[in-house]
């Protein structure tokens, strides 16, 4: 049986266990140099998922990701991080991980190679037409990730695959695969090494792209942030005062009067309107502030 590329043997580290603990790092570094270029071959790839992504999300549907061990704890990740920054709802970018809750804190051993499990996972979480799977196996050969693919795609989804595979064997279960293919790891076989580092960079570009694409962002700042906590706070103070062009007092009295939406403070302000029509502003413009404070 042919291996993934992230089987292989790399013969730059063949004798790493005799280095020293510099040469050890220096290795580990000198092979994450090889990621960036790889994901840069596949950035048209990168730029339609994310726009599907964007689609689904935008048109009240749910994104999915499905991964095992390392590949599934990043979609964990990269789902848990989406309502803070970007404001999107807690269902709206989900992660599915072989071997359940339990996986993304120690290792389920075998939870990767049931399709079965993987499919069963998919429709118990309620996937359904109008919403994305994007399944994520390094390997390009995971059961799991299979299953869930294939489930996905008969319930009526739409499907990706992010792999550091080239040609992945799963990959027929996907409309859209992307290829990061970063060679042998410098321990074989352990993708939480250069593989882990271009999934998360995959990652942080489909949800960021897809959120930029959404409104979320406006110049480069996160103006659909939830300030859950004393550094977002400020944080949002910092967004509202930036653009609304007012002091820290002023932005700090709009934030609250806005209930703690930064784009609604600032239209509140631009529009000297009170925060239900400044909603209805936005609403108008496709949540986006650029349209909402032209207007």
Not at 26 to 37: I, N
């Amino acid at each position: 049986m042919r291996l993934p590329t992230t089987e292989a043997r790399n013969p730059r580290t063949a004798a790493i266990d005799a280095a020293s603990p510099e040469e050890v790092v220096r290795a580990l570094l000198a092979e994450e140099k090889g990621v960036v270029p790889a994901i840069e071959r596949e950035a048209p790839a990168v730029a339609r998922a994310a726009a599907l992504f964007a689609e689904i999300l935008g048109a009240g549907g749910r994104v999915y990701y499905a991964g095992a061990g390392t590949s599934g704890r990043l979609g964990v990740l990269d789902a848990s991080e989406c309502p803070p920054t970007f404001g999107t709802d807690p269902d709206a970018v989900q992660a599915i991980v072989a071997g359940g809750e339990a996986a993304v804190f120690r290792a389920v051993e075998g939870a990767e190679d049931s399709a079965e499990d993987g499919a069963r996972d998919v429709r118990e979480r309620g996937v359904a037409e109008g919403d994305l799977v994007v399944g994520i196996a390094a390997s390009g050969r995971t059961p799991f990730v299979r299953g869930a693919l294939e489930a996905a795609r008969s319930l009526g989804a739409r499907t990706v695959l992010v792999s550091c595979a080239k040609d992945p064997e799963i990959g027929g279960a996907a409309d859209l695969v992307i290829e990061a293919v970063v060679g042998p790891e410098a321990i074989a076989g352990s993708t939480r090494l250069k593989a882990g580092t271009a999934t998360k960079i995959v990652l942080n570009a489909l949800s960021t792209t897809a959120m930029v694409l959404l409104g979320k962002v406006h110049g480069n700042l996160m103006v659909d942030l939830r300030p859950g906590s004393a550094k977002l706070l400020a944080r949002a103070r910092r967004i509202v005062a930036d653009v609304a062009g007012v002091g820290p007092e002023e932005a700090a009295r709009l934030l609250a009067a806005s209930g703690g939406e930064a784009k609604v403070a600032i239209v509140m302000h631009a529009a000297a309107v009170p925060a239900a029509e400044a909603r209805a502003r936005l609403k108008r413009a496709g949540g986006i502030l650029r349209k909402a404070l032209a207007r």
